[in-house]
């Protein structure tokens, strides 16, 4: 199976939030090194524990630290913007970057009510049909953004390279069936990849699946989620400690912070409910030993057919970080 990484620029509690910059770009050049198949960078709003607002801007400086590893965004919340001003970011990172570019696309509205608002995305009272009229705005905007890619809009993005830009839908029900449409590949995450019918998605997904002139001939699935390495299960459920805690705190006050570490967390007193909720999280968290994590993801990958897993760990310390991924990619027969 192909591994690449997610990174989300994670910020640490008492640094400055242009660190978690700095560490992407490391962690790019590290996922090179380990001959890692793709890196990718985030898209967030407004929130305190992630750095990574521009993910054209972000790829420009890692395509500049890096040279061969293939680099993109999981994803480019669309509704966000213009499909051809989109196109010409990506065009000129391909430019830059040559034949190393890939366009995920997802349509988050953002991560709570005023950053939405900020966005021009205010659901207003009726949010089923708000959520309904996204859904429809949004596949118009991929078809849109494909076709500045291939050259077929009435506009022609520059700069010209004659390159394809691979696209990709970060979807999750009715995306599903929209990449299958439009011929797409899928990258599929969270709660869906957990589910009991997530196979029966997935191929529903292969199933409606059309060949789009330029694209993909068949199908293809990405599965994203984290996955943490280490010498023993109690160690690797400790590196995963601050990002379920985060996670778990967030549904409780609605911001999503910094990463703290696990000595501070174990020291500091947890309300049940967060406490629950951080267990719940690491227990969905693929963590433990070089074997239980391969066996895990190869369980996945059968249960999905997933051709690749894009690992979106992330932890407090950034040594341990890297060498969790160094880890991985040998569980999973790289480097």
Do not use: K, N
């Amino acid at each position: 199976m192909r591994l690449s990484l997610l990174d989300r620029s994670r910020t640490r509690a008492g640094r400055p939030d242009g660190e978690a910059l700095h560490d992407t770009i490391a962690r790019a050049r590290h996922a090179e090194e380990l001959g890692l198949h793709r890196f990718w960078v985030a898209e967030h709003h407004g929130v305190p524990g992630v750095a990574s607002g521009s993910p054209p801007v972000l790829l420009a400086a890692v395509g500049a630290a890096t040279s061969s590893i293939r680099l993109g965004s999981g994803g480019v919340m669309l509704p966000h913007h213009q499909p051809l001003v989109v196109a010409e970011q990506f065009r000129m990172l391909d430019a830059l970057h040559p034949g190393r570019i890939d366009l995920g696309v997802g349509r988050s509205l953002g991560f709570t009510a005023p950053v939405r608002r900020a966005l021009r995305h205010d659901p207003g009272p009726d949010v089923d049909a708000a959520l309904a009229a996204g859904a429809e705005a949004f596949a118009a905007d991929v078809e849109e953004l494909r076709a500045h890619l291939d050259g077929t809009a009435e506009v022609t993005v520059r700069p010209a390279t004659g390159r394809a830009i691979p696209l990709h839908v970060l979807a999750t029900g009715r995306g599903l069936l929209l990449a299958a449409r439009l011929g797409l590949p899928v990258v599929v995450g969270g709660p869906v990849l957990a589910s009991a019918d997530v196979g029966d998605a997935l191929a529903a997904y292969r199933s409606a699946f059309r060949p789009h002139p330029g694209g993909p001939e068949r199908p293809q699935v990405m599965v994203s989620l984290d996955a943490v390495v280490a010498d023993t299960a109690a160690e690797a459920r400790e590196l995963a400690l601050p990002e379920a805690h985060a996670m778990a705190l967030s549904r409780t006050t609605g911001e999503f912070g910094p990463l703290q570490s696990p000595a501070d967390l174990r020291s500091a007193a947890w309300p049940d409910q967060v406490r629950r909720r951080v267990e719940t999280h690491l227990d969905r968290t693929l963590a433990g030993t070089a074997p239980q994590v391969r066996a895990a993801l190869e369980e996945l990958v059968e249960r999905t057919g997933a051709e690749e897993v894009l690992a979106s760990t992330s932890t407090w310390d950034r040594a341990a970080l890297l060498e969790a991924d160094r880890a991985l990619a040998a569980a999973l027969g790289g480097s």
